[in-house]
């Protein structure tokens, strides 16, 4: 009988250990679903909406213009036609995309939010035929001397007109004397 009780006793111990670790993987998930928990976002999007469309996995199928660190991640936006189920959804997509197939998980999104400042009225551009247009220098702001290695180099800070908010850019001085010289004329 003493070698049944052993064995017996070795069961047990085995059963006892086996539960412990059971309960310490569980606790063990349940804290990593709480780290989890905490970042995931409940993204809801309604027919009509409008969302950027990541597009970083398709390197290898699609090429969007540039390559490596300059490619693009999202593109877009495009329109919600339909909720497919809580996190899928069909986008209109334009023609170029037609190989694609036009369902998409949530995670795939970034939320577009339109933004009046980025829209400038195009009665403000004068437009040339090649479909460009040269912004107009307003003033010189403040000037600069940027030290390198072995010379110097005076910068100008320039605000421009053409833009609706308020923008200044810092440009060689040098250049800007040539190309726009009234700047400079008036004590600047």
């Known amino acids: 009988m003493a070698p049944f009780e052993a064995l017996y006793d070795l069961v047990h111990e085995i059963e006892d250990?086996?539960?412990?670790?059971?309960?310490?993987?569980?606790?063990?998930?349940?804290?990593?679903?709480?780290?989890?928990?905490?970042?995931?976002?409940?993204?809801?999007?309604?027919?009509?909406?409008k969302v950027f469309l990541k597009v970083s996995p398709w390197k290898k199928v699609l090429r969007f213009g540039k390559k490596s660190k300059l490619s693009l991640r999202f593109i877009g936006p495009y329109e919600v036609i339909e909720e497919i189920g809580p996190v899928a959804y069909y986008l209109l997509l334009l023609l170029e995309l037609e190989r694609i197939h036009d369902v998409f998980h949530v995670s795939m999104f970034r939320r577009y939010r339109s933004n009046p400042s980025h829209i400038v009225p195009i009665k403000k551009i004068e437009v040339r035929s090649g479909l460009s247009y040269e912004e107009e220098p307003v003033a010189i702001?403040?000037?600069?001397?940027?030290?390198?290695?072995?010379?110097?180099?005076?910068?100008?800070?320039v605000l421009w007109c053409n833009q609706k908010t308020v923008e200044a850019t810092r440009e060689s001085e040098d250049i800007m004397r040539r190309q726009y010289p009234y700047l400079f004329d008036s004590g600047a």
């Open 17 to 49: 250990k086996a539960k412990l670790i059971c309960e310490q993987l569980k606790d063990a998930s349940n804290r990593q679903k709480s780290y989890v928990d905490l970042r995931r976002r409940d993204i809801k999007n309604q027919v009509g909406d």
């Open 141 to 157: 702001l403040d000037r600069e001397v940027k030290l390198l290695h072995s010379k110097t180099v005076p910068l100008v800070k």
